[in-house]
């Protein structure tokens, strides 16, 4: 447990406070489903920014686990490779999902293709987006912070984010994201400077880290690099960038807001990696204890920082974690409720009656992640589990349907989402029942699940493609 | 030049930027209230 001051407790506890105030006062801009689902379709520039990038980046556990045990390879992998395909999803898909008016990834599949396509993508989509990593880290921030049990911080938290979910929907997320932005770009930025100060320069990190940590490949091999490369392709299927485009107030807006994020992103990113790099080197200079890797930040701002600034620093953790469960936690809802309830089961519906399914679905959602949570109990096997399957079943029918311009099959793409999840999931599995004696799993063929699975996605969409238009014609 | 100044470049551009955002933020919500 964290040794905090009162002025630390107060500066927690009113973020939280300010939670319920924006959960209280953001019902009353709700008048409508296209309101409670899209914030009427009037996202600003600058608030499509705030809620990208504080969504987007949930993780910093991770992160910092990584910065602190590999060094600058962080940025390598989480940053330069995403940045690549964000800009592609800038330049070729955004401005295109906002002028298809649409509300979700399933629609655009149904739009492609047809309603089965739809309903298999509702199910990988409610997959991709379980918020269960970021809840599991948010016991632990509890935990670190107060003391308490796993599950208390886990029951808390998710209790303050689906009560303004419940009542704000999309616009109750994107309110609590600006102000969760503001306090995790702040929270991880002033850490750096006083880094600077307290250990020196440069000199202090080569002097006190192994060469790797200061290459950007820090020794990894080239398929280990991939692999994280190919990770970043999840960006093209995540519907939290879907769901800000459709929600964007104009069709020129997604683009521009993207590249802006790319900018915070970038920032952010540097200042993350050196932050755990920072504690590896005072760590291994024998200047600061860290417990853990991936706690390593909490390590370094506790010794660093003064009351106040140390509060201000544990809620822009807290808050890089909430504001990705909270929007995740929405699009699963929405999943349930208009992906499956309204455009499959119950197409009659009217919109209170949708509403309240979305409410129903967001307890489901946070139902759903924590159990997930409890029962993976790690951060990062959730992460490439969820990713790897997401994307191996959703990526190819969606490219496919923005850029092929010939005719398509719906049953290829619904045998190519099953080809490319099964695939992958059989490759995990038994990856899984094969462990090392360091506990890795070992691969068929030493090949990570991702790469069979989008082969066997591809070449089955091919294939039936070519023989159902042939025997349709 | 020390490498580090580039990085206490990086958080100042970090905090200068979350500030300008959060300008144009609220210059946005006050026309809004306007309207």
């Known amino acids: 447990m964290l040794e905090l001051t009162i002025y630390d407790y107060m500066v927690i506890v009113g973020y939280f406070v ?26 600003t520039l600058p608030i499509f ?35 690549l ?65 796993l599950w208390i911080g886990i029951l808390l938290g998710t209790i303050v984010i689906i009560f303004y979910t419940i009542r704000g929907g999309f616009l109750g997320d994107i309110y609590t994201d600006v102000l969760q932005f503001f306090l995790m770009m702040i929270g991880v930025a002033m850490i750096i400077p006083i880094a600077v100060q307290t250990y020196g320069g440069f000199d202090f990190l080569t002097a006190n880290l192994p060469e790797t940590h200061l290459s950007l490949t820090g020794g990894w091999t080239v398929q280990m690099i991939l692999v994280w490369g190919f990770l970043a392709f999840w960006t093209l299927v995540d519907p939290s960038f879907y769901q800000r485009c459709y929600a964007a107030k104009d069709d020129k807006m997604p683009r521009k807001g993207i590249l802006i994020s790319v900018g915070f992103w970038l920032l952010f990113d540097i200042c993350t990696t050196f932050t755990g790099m920072y504690a590896a080197a005072a760590s291994n200079a024998g200047v600061l204890v860290v417990e853990s890797a991936a706690t390593s930040y909490i390590s370094i701002a506790s010794a660093l920082l003064p009351p106040v600034l140390m509060g201000l620093f544990l809620t822009g953790v807290i808050a890089t974690i909430m504001s990705t469960v909270d929007s995740f936690t929405f699009l699963g809802a929405m999943n349930i409720s208009h992906d499956l309830y309204k455009n499959i089961f119950k197409k009659d519906a009217t919109e209170k009656q949708v509403m309240n399914m979305t409410k ?33 079943a959703l990526i190819v029918p969606i490219l496919v349907g923005f850029f092929y311009k010939g005719k398509k099959s719906p049953l290829a793409s619904v045998l190519s989402m099953v080809a490319g999840s099964a695939t992958s999931l059989f490759w995990l599995i038994t990856g899984y029942l094969n462990l090392d004696s360091w506990g890795w799993p070992q691969y068929i063929g030493g090949f990570e699940p991702l790469y069979p699975g989008l082969l066997a996605s591809f070449l089955v969409f091919v294939f039936v493609n070519i023989v159902h238009m042939r025997r349709m014609n | 030049m020390d490498l580090a100044y580039l990085l206490i470049a990086d958080a100042i551009g970090l905090i200068v930027a979350t500030f300008v955002l959060m300008y144009f933020f609220f210059k946005e919500l006050l026309k809004q209230k306007k309207h």
């Open chain 1, 18 to 43: 300010l939670l319920f105030v924006i959960g209280f006062v953001i019902k009353r801009k709700v008048h409508d489903l296209n309101d409670y689902f899209l914030a009427g379709r009037r996202l």
């Open chain 1, 49 to 83: 920014v705030a809620t990208l990038v504080s969504t987007w980046y949930g993780g910093i556990l991770g992160v910092g686990e990584l910065s602190f045990n590999y060094g600058l390879v962080n940025w390598l992998t989480q940053g330069i490779f995403w940045y």
């Open chain 1, 85 to 149: 395909v964000y800009l592609f999803f800038a330049f070729f898909l955004a401005n295109r999902i906002r002028k298809s008016n649409l509300y979700t990834i399933p629609d655009l599949l149904e739009r492609f293709y047809d309603k089965k396509s739809r309903f298999l993508g509702a199910i990988f989509n409610f997959i991709m987006v379980t918020p269960a990593p970021y809840v599991f880290s948010m016991g632990i921030i509890f935990s670190i912070m107060f003391g308490w049990d």
């Open chain 1, 360 to 392: 129903i679905g967001i307890i489901i959602t946070v139902g759903f992640a924590v159990v997930i949570s409890l029962f993976f109990n790690s951060i990062v096997t959730m992460w490439y589990t969820i990713g790897t399957i997401g994307i191996s």
